[in-house]
């Protein structure tokens, strides 16, 4: 159990004895160290219920508070219980931890299955920085959700059947260069689309072609569905590429076209339901009247007041959308793969979007916990959208490429004497590790500025600085003679700095259920620069290896501990750690 849950239950106990009934007792870290590492106000709660004076209500209940062995309490302002974890019990904590594989980690997952819906670009269209932002932080929420236990589906459910298809089509079909295509993919698909697109717009003529090239594909034309499908597969095998880059696997790739057989029964399904109707030949979802029009994603206000906002789920040329697929995707994750939970990581302006959807899906029975968790904006350094030269969106390969050669710039200066393919592979390493963190250590609804300098600094609020933190541990234990064994160390923590150090040891396993509490991998990234910041005080403050016998054991395994929290940390976040740097 976490410290903070055993201090929960012991206060847990003493409330029940004063006031001759269970009450909840919610304890959080301390804001402010100087007064405890952690706090609770339930006195000043209940004081306020019972209309009793909180001072006194706390004095009672630290009066029944058995603590012994754990921590001290007192009382501090008007009525907060402040609880200051005496170092023997960090040390008790230390050694478990030493011996734990999850760091102190709780299974709140157990037993419950999440989809993770992110990343999902649309093939035949370049992947673009802002899914950049998908694809790193629903890797992360995979990564945390999985070592808490839970059983996590990662679903790249890309764009593979939409509108752009009608450009590709025709751009196919008059324009390919079949070397270009056969040497490098994914630009000529791009340069095929791009100019199909600048011709609809200048000559209608071309559009009408486009879109009838669309209609031949989606009523089943071999020709087209061949052309498709080789389409498919070169956007494929280019994506797999990045995700090898950027170390991101998926269980599973079910497009959006993986659904088409089924959505005719759904539409059909909503209409015999009653949950669908037709208005101007189109069959729409309306609102059902049960929620105040501010919460009702059918409900949007216009200068004369309320007035319907229908989701589409079929046109009235018989084409299907957006929000009919995804509900059908829907329906396949909770009665195929039978999703508790699904999460969808997709930028905030498809709200709307996963509002209806969620809202349809309850009303049509599919229960589940749905969450889109939503990002801003990466802008560039005039804090504009960020876009290239010539005004194009940034490709993520292109950032990619440039991470890992500017990281490899800063390791040949660092480290010369690297062999070229060790070198190499440190440069991947810490370059995308550092497009990761700084993606990560930001609250993920804020937009951000992309600085290379800013995230690639080896002293600053990075994952180079995190990386090297990490292998300067490593290298303290590359300098003993024979193994550590940590398992076997007795920890006595003097000092403070050793206290600090333990101190966030134990809080590792508190902090990974807030993340998912509300999506926030930022807290992970925060905490991991405090922990490191904390090794090297402890680092200046503490000697290790120039320490005697029990206290240079001990001092040694907390350095380990902090090693191995570190590592699992930043692998938590996606980022790698390397041996040397
Ligand atoms: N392909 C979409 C886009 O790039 C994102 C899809 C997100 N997932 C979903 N189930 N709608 O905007």
Not at 52 to 57: Q, S
Not at 231 to 241: A, E, F, H, P, T
Not at 374 to 401: C, E, H, P, W, Y
Not at 420 to 431: F, L, T
Request: some cysteine.
């Amino acid at each position: 159990m976490t410290i903070l849950k055993e201090l929960e239950s012991r206060l847990a106990a003493a409330l029940t004895t004063t006031l001759g009934e269970p009450a909840s007792a919610a304890v959080t870290p301390a804001a402010d160290l100087r007064f405890g590492d952690y706090q609770s106000n339930a006195a000043m709660v209940l004081a306020k219920q019972r209309k009793t004076n909180p001072r006194a209500l706390a004095q009672e209940i630290i009066g029944h508070l058995a603590l012994d062995g754990l921590a001290t309490a007192d009382i501090a302002g008007p009525g907060f219980i402040n609880f200051r974890i005496l170092p023997s019990a960090y040390a008790a904590k230390v050694t478990a931890l030493l011996a734990d594989e999850k760091l102190g980690a709780p299974p709140i997952g157990e037993g419950r299955t999440v989809v993770v819906d992110f990343s999902a670009p649309n093939v035949a269209k370049p992947m673009h920085v802002g899914h950049i932002r998908s694809t790193i932080i629903g890797d992360s929420l995979s990564r945390i959700a999985c070592f808490l236990g839970f059983k996590v589906i990662a679903d790249n459910h890309i764009g593979d059947w939409g509108t752009q298809f009608g450009m590709i089509l025709h751009g196919w079909k008059t324009l390919l260069d079949a070397d270009a295509l056969e040497a490098n993919p994914i630009p000529e698909l791009l340069r095929i689309y791009r100019e199909v697109n600048a011709a609809t717009k200048a000559d209608p003529a071309v559009l009408e072609t486009c879109k009838n090239e669309l209609v031949k594909l989606q009523a089943g034309d071999p020709d087209n569905l061949a052309i498709w499908q080789q389409c498919i597969d070169v956007s494929k095998r280019g994506l797999q590429k990045i995700y090898d880059v950027l170390d991101v696997k998926f269980d599973h790739w079910l497009g959006e076209s993986y659904y088409n057989d089924r959505l005719a029964g759904i539409v059909d399904e909503f209409l015999t339901k009653g949950l669908a109707r037709e208005s101007n030949g189109a069959i729409c979802i309306f609102s059902d009247g049960t929620k105040k029009p501010e919460e009702d994603p059918f409900m949007v206000q216009r200068e004369n007041g309320w007035t319907d906002n229908p989701a589409i789920i079929r046109k009235a040329d018989g084409g299907y959308l957006y929000a009919t697929t995804d509900l059908a995707t829907i329906q396949f994750r909770i009665d195929e793969w039978k999703a508790d939970q699904v999460w969808y990581v997709v930028g905030v302006p498809q709200s709307l979007h996963f509002r209806q959807i969620f809202d349809a899906a309850a009303r049509w029975g599919k229960t589940g916990n749905f969450q889109h968790v939503a990002f801003g904006s990466i802008l560039g350094d005039d804090r504009k959208l960020m876009k290239t030269r010539s005004g194009d969106n940034v490709q993520l390969t292109d950032v990619l490429d440039e991470a890992v050669e500017r990281a490899a710039k800063i390791i040949a200066e660092k480290s010369p004497d690297l062999q070229a393919d060790e070198a190499a592979e440190i440069a991947r390493i810490v370059g995308i590790g550092a497009v990761k963190f700084a993606e990560l250590s930001q609250n993920r609804l804020t937009d951000y500025v992309f600085a290379w300098d800013r995230m690639l600094a080896l002293q600053g609020d990075t994952a180079p600085y995190l990386q090297y933190s990490s292998v300067r541990i490593r290298s303290i234990f590359r300098k003993l003679d024979a193994p550590f064994d940590a398992a076997s160390a007795t920890i006595t923590l003097n000092e403070e700095a050793e206290i600090h150090l333990a101190r966030l040891h134990a809080r590792f396993g508190e902090l990974l259920p807030l993340i998912l509490e509300d999506f926030r991998p930022n807290l992970l990234a925060n905490y991991l620069l405090e922990l490191a910041r904390a090794f090297h005080s402890f680092f200046e403050a503490c000697p290790v290896l120039k320490s005697e016998d029990s206290i240079r054991e001990s001092r040694l395994a907390l350095c380990e501990l902090t090693s191995r929290i570190l590592t699992t940390g930043l692998g938590l976040l996606g980022i790698q750690c390397p041996e040397r740097m």
